[in-house]
């Protein structure tokens, strides 16, 4: 998987917007302004901030070696997933899809109601 993979697969989500809030070596996408991924761009290989439920985060923090606590992101809700072919990319657009759709389900409900 490369940045722009994972750039075209989450720009194509409804009501995705991307961002360089931190600089210029932070890619953050949102859904209806909350985060639901962060990508510095100034590491070598693809990494990204997602958000996960905490269980689910704990089971593949176990299975996976590159799958980390958020790093500087709140560590229950929040993996460090490294791109290094560990992870099939399959489970990577899982994980993607999951932190996308956790965020919108914590959207008001005005919001909730456009994905329906």
Same mark, same amino acid.
């Given at each position: 998987?490369?940045?722009?993979?994972?750039?075209?697969?989450?720009?194509?989500?409804?009501?995705?917007?991307?961002?360089?809030?931190?600089?210029?070596?932070?890619?953050?996408?949102?859904?209806?302004?909350?985060?639901?991924?962060?990508?510095?761009?100034?590491?070598?290989?693809? !990494?990204?901030?997602?958000?996960?439920?905490?269980? /689910?985060?704990?089971?593949?923090?176990?299975?996976?070696?590159?799958? !980390?606590?958020?790093?500087?992101?709140?560590?229950?809700? /929040?993996?460090?997933?490294?791109?290094?072919?560990?992870?099939?990319?399959?489970?990577?657009?899982?994980?993607?899809?999951?932190?996308?759709?956790?965020?919108?389900?914590?959207?008001?409900?005005?919001?909730?109601?456009?994905?329906?």
């Amino acid at each position: 998987m490369n940045i722009e993979d994972l750039r075209e697969y989450c720009i194509k989500k409804p009501y995705v917007t991307e961002g360089l809030p931190f600089g210029p070596s932070v890619l953050v996408l949102k859904v209806m302004e909350k985060v639901f991924l962060l990508c510095p761009l100034d590491t070598e290989g693809v !990494q990204m901030n997602l958000k996960c439920d905490p269980e /689910w985060a704990i089971e593949l923090r176990e299975k996976y070696f590159s799958v !980390q606590p958020g790093f500087h992101m709140n560590k229950k809700h /929040w993996n460090t997933v490294y791109c290094n072919n560990e992870i099939p990319d399959k489970l990577i657009y899982e994980m993607i899809d999951h932190s996308f759709n956790l965020v919108v389900s914590k959207l008001p409900k005005a919001d909730r109601l456009k994905f329906a």
